[in-house]
């Protein structure tokens, strides 16, 4: 099946530092790409919707400044936790819909982010 | 405001025997509905979905039932492995098929006991 990734798999940095993470479909284009976040033992919630070429969609009470999308090309979406802070620590997802064979959504193996 | 709500959070079965897991949702509108599975510190895998015009769809080991009326939907594996206990979650589509934002339940832990 289709292939997603993601990188780094773990960080961990200091509260106030800036912390990017990239979501790469292998196999397929995505113009579209979402972000999730999981805390331990809830459920995976929404946070954005990425677009290539245009301005990610954020969910209800996810601080766009806060965390910054950009879909750079029709393979790459990037996650930046601005002036990250211990309750930004979490399990974060990105999933990409591929549309020409399967028609299903691919998650990535996510990326665990502590913050100290 | 949970839309989609897995109330069981945990379930164990032996080995062999039928594993069932359970999924409520609250949104009429929500017409696709999907299955996926996840281990720790892992990215949730694709099992099966199913399409609200139908009422079951099936997948070798794995068979999803969808109860409209009742905004219910039941995912079914049959003989169950060891190799099944993860996390299951389900997850619902508000905009229309599989490719579109998702909507998770809390996840079900199921333990498959040899």
């Known amino acids: 099946g289709a292939v997603v990734s993601q990188h780094p798999s773990w960080v961990i940095c200091k509260s106030g530092t800036s912390v990017k993470i990239e979501c790469r479909s292998l196999?397929?284009?995505?113009?579209?790409m979402f972000w999730y976040r999981q805390f331990p033992k809830q459920s995976l919630m929404l946070m954005a919707t990425?677009?290539?070429?245009?301005?990610?969609?954020?969910e209800q009470g996810v601080e766009k400044d806060k965390f910054l999308i950009n879909h750079a090309s029709l393979t790459l979406s990037t996650l930046t936790v601005t002036s990250a802070h211990p309750e930004d620590s979490s399990f974060y997802i990105c999933?990409?819909?591929?549309?020409?064979?399967?028609?299903?959504?691919?998650f990535g193996p996510g990326t665990r982010l502590t913050v100290l | 405001d949970q839309q989609v709500k897995q109330n069981s959070p945990s379930l164990s079965v032996q080995e062999g025997r039928i594993s069932i897991l359970n999924c409520d949702y609250t949104?009429?509108?929500?017409?696709?509905f999907l299955w996926y599975k996840k281990y720790p510190a892992e990215g949730p895998t694709f099992l099966i979905s199913i399409s609200s015009i139908k009422d079951k769809n099936e997948d070798g080991r794995f068979t999803v039932f969808l109860n409209k009326s009742a905004k219910h939907l039941s995912l079914h594996i049959v003989p169950s492995q060891p190799g099944d206990s993860a996390v299951y979650f389900c997850?619902?589509?508000?905009?229309?098929?599989?490719?579109?934002?998702?909507?998770f339940g809390t996840g079900t832990l199921l333990a498959v006991q040899p």
């Open positions: 997850a619902a589509s508000p905009y229309g098929g599989a490719t579109n934002k998702l909507i």
């Open positions: 196999d397929f284009q995505a113009t579209t």
């Open positions: 949104n009429s509108m929500f017409d696709y």
């Open positions: 990425s677009n290539e070429g245009s301005k990610a969609t954020y």
């Open positions: 999933s990409a819909p591929e549309l020409q064979g399967t028609d299903t959504q691919y």
